[in-house]
């Protein structure tokens, strides 16, 4: 959704294109090269999808379709993919080929007909879950540090940064409310 909100508000690519509903976009025949190639500066690339009549689906570059896929797809993949591998842990490997989680990874496998202990599949779960964990500790740390720093700021009804004061007790200088005004307005 974010990439339709980027390629929709990128004003060179608006005069080629219409919004049509939330997360669609309607791109007349006579003007699909020029979207093509407006598309293409931005780093993406435009393909027909089958079965329409001239239908845009818009593919990231350098991302590799099996990295892209739902659990079907990756399951009707793996079948293939699967007498292939030379590894000693399939999971590891089934892991790093599709771009999936280790207790993703065992669930599919299993689907698949490999043998994998239950524990491995509780361990990994733990593991996703003390990392998911971690990762919102220090995001809420990042949050209050900014927090913390933005409080620090200081400010009165002259200006809105007070840089310091000039001697104990002096008058304060910085930058004044106008002048941020001024910077806003350019």
């Known amino acids: 959704m974010l990439l339709f909100f980027a390629v929709t508000n990128t004003e060179a690519i608006k005069a080629y294109c219409l919004r049509a509903g939330e997360g669609h ?5 006579n003007r699909e090269q020029h979207f093509r190639k407006e598309l293409e500066k931005l780093g993406y690339s435009c393909r027909s999808r089958l079965g329409t009549a001239g239908g ?11 990295l892209r896929m739902n659990r079907a797809a990756r399951l009707q993949s793996a079948k293939h993919w699967l007498p292939t591998y030379e590894g000693r842990d399939p999971v590891k490997g ?8 280790t207790a993703c990874a065992i669930i599919e ?10 524990q491995r599949l509780i361990q990994a779960k ?6 998911a964990k971690q990762r919102s500790r220090k995001r809420q740390q990042r949050a209050e540090k ?13 200006f809105a940064y007070i840089a ?9 200088y910085g930058i004044t409310w106008e002048e941020v005004e001024a910077e806003n307005d350019l």
Not at 109 to 118: T, W, Y
Not at 126 to 131: C, D, M
Not at 165 to 171: A, I
């Open 126 to 131: 733990r593991t996703e879950e003390s990392k």
């Open 146 to 158: 900014y927090i913390a720093a933005d409080e620090l700021l200081e400010s009165d009804e002259t």
């Open 109 to 118: 496998l299993r689907q698949l007909g490999i043998k994998i202990d239950e």
């Open 94 to 101: 089934y892991r790093n080929w599709f771009g999936v989680s």
């Open 56 to 66: 845009l689906g818009i593919v990231s570059k350098g991302v590799p379709k099996r």
């Open 164 to 172: 310091g004061y000039t001697g104990v007790g002096g008058f304060p």
């Open 25 to 29: 976009l309607v791109v007349p025949s």
